[in-house]
T-cell receptor, first 114, second 114 residues
């Protein structure tokens, strides 16, 4: 079946602009995760959604970052007033409910803030 | 807090050489362990995982990993590497208690030369 999809694949923006990144998880997966992959920092957890529970936002680096998940499916990660240090690849993953659900990753959105 | 340490930043091997990539984790409870691979230009893919049972886990493409609880280790091995194994390898861990975010190591870049 279809995997996790993300859009856009690449985004170039100017410092101070807002950006929205989209993730379509695998159908039926109740858990959805956002990670960031940057040089020197590796892969960092940002936020995750589990069913109808309140999201775990503990990984968000600042209040300029937010995410929502509509209807338990598609998720949007928003970065307000982008800074150059926000440049990274933003990865989305999804998994089945239950202990040990394997996370399947999308191709990522490469964000460059000029 | 959980943490994952991958000992090698960059490994260079000739084809047919044996591979072992080190991974140690720090966590006080029961964990799930994963190795993901990222081939050049591609997204993260699951190589293998350990949840419980036999500590020797076999994955795709001839890879295996051994969970040694007393050493908090989950090293990845392959007896004979191929040029196509050139990629970045990430060790990851999450808590074995429902869906939880992954904590990743910094990754090990493997270059296989002919």
């Amino acid at each position: 079946g279809a995997g996790v999809s993300q859009s856009p694949s690449n985004k170039v923006t100017e410092k101070g602009k807002d950006v929205e990144l989209r993730c379509d998880p695998i159908s039926g997966h109740t858990a959805l995760y956002w990670y960031r992959q940057s040089l020197g920092q590796g892969l960092e957890f940002l936020i995750y959604f589990q069913g109808n529970s309140a999201p775990d936002k503990s990984g968000l680096p600042s209040d300029r970052f937010s995410a929502e998940r509509t209807g338990g499916s598609v998720s949007t990660l928003t970065i307000q007033r982008t800074q150059q240090e926000d440049s990274a690849v933003y990865l989305c993953a999804s998994s089945h409910a239950g202990t040990g659900g394997t996370q399947y990753f999308g191709p990522g959105t490469r964000l460059l803030v000029l | 807090a959980q943490s994952v340490s991958q000992h090698n930043h960059h490994v260079i091997l000739s084809e047919a050489a044996s591979l072992e990539l080190g991974c140690n984790y720090s966590y006080g409870g029961t964990v799930n362990l994963f190795w993901y691979v990222q081939y050049p230009g591609q997204h993260l893919q699951l190589l293998l995982k350990y949840f419980s049972g036999d500590p020797l886990v076999k994955g795709i493409k001839g890879f295996e990993a051994e969970f040694i609880k007393s050493k908090f280790s989950f090293n990845l091995r392959k007896p004979s590497v191929q040029w196509s194994d050139t990629a970045e390898y990430f060790c990851a861990v999450n808590a074995n208690s429902g869906n939880t975010p992954l904590v990743f190591g910094k990754g090990t870049r493997l270059s296989v030369i002919a």
